[in-house]
Structures are given as C-alpha cells and as structure tokens.
C-alpha cells in the first residue's frame, strides 16, 4: 500500500533551522508532483512549497528566501529545507503526492510531523 512517512519535526527556536523528509513507498515516486502542506491550530491548510516531476518547484511568498523543497527520486523522498524559522511557521507539516491521469487522480497524504518555532 501507500505510504508516505515523514520525519525531521521538532522545536526549535527562532532563527534556527530544520529538515523535513518524506519517504514515499508504494507508488512510482518520480512521476508524482510532491509536496509540502501546512496546518496551524484554527487555520486551514496551505501549500508550503511544491517540486513537479520534472523538478519546478513552487514556494508560498511567506516562506520564499527561507524554505527550500528537494527530492531525490533515487531514494524516493522529498525534501523541506526551513531556515531562519518564525513563530509563525509553527504547524503540522503534512507531505502529499499527486499524480494525474487522463482518467483518475492520485492523490496521498503522510499523517504529518509537528513544528514548533520558539520565540
């Protein structure tokens, strides 16, 4: 089945860094447009930052100077490189893989990993 695992979350203190990874198994990594969600208590959820199959990549404005998405088809994971973290980057990070066909969406989420940015 699908999987998508991430890992990195943690608290860190403002102005610091961390790296967010998602270990996808179960699907054929390459061809899927990954991505980076957030969600903070009492908000919706919104797109961090995106990489395509191809590797164009797309950043929210709150984050762009400061985050960074990666993959790395070979060990089916992507990347989030946060630096100079806010407050206001605390949330749940989710990871989520889409890929579309003709005919059908695929469309999966990991169950997420917490980061807290301490002022």
């Known amino acids: 089945q699908v999987q998508l695992v991430e890992s990195g979350g943690g608290l860190v203190q403002a102005g610091g860094s961390l790296r967010l990874s998602c270990a996808a198994s179960?699907?054929?990594?390459?061809?899927?447009?990954m991505g980076w969600y957030r969600q903070a208590p009492g908000k919706q959820r919104e797109l961090v930052a995106s990489?395509?199959?191809?590797?164009?990549?797309n950043c929210a404005d709150s984050v762009k100077g400061r985050f960074t998405i990666s993959r790395d088809n070979a060990k089916n994971t992507v990347y989030l490189q946060m630096n100079s973290l806010k407050p206001e980057d605390t949330a749940v990070y989710y990871c989520?893989?889409?890929?579309?066909?003709?005919?059908?969406?695929?469309?999966?989420w990991g169950q997420g990993t917490q980061v807290t940015v301490s002022s």
């Open positions: 179960g699907i054929f990594f390459s061809r899927y447009t």
């Open positions: 990489i395509t199959s191809g590797g164009s990549t």
């Open positions: 989520n893989a889409v890929y579309q066909t003709t005919v059908r969406t695929y469309d999966y």
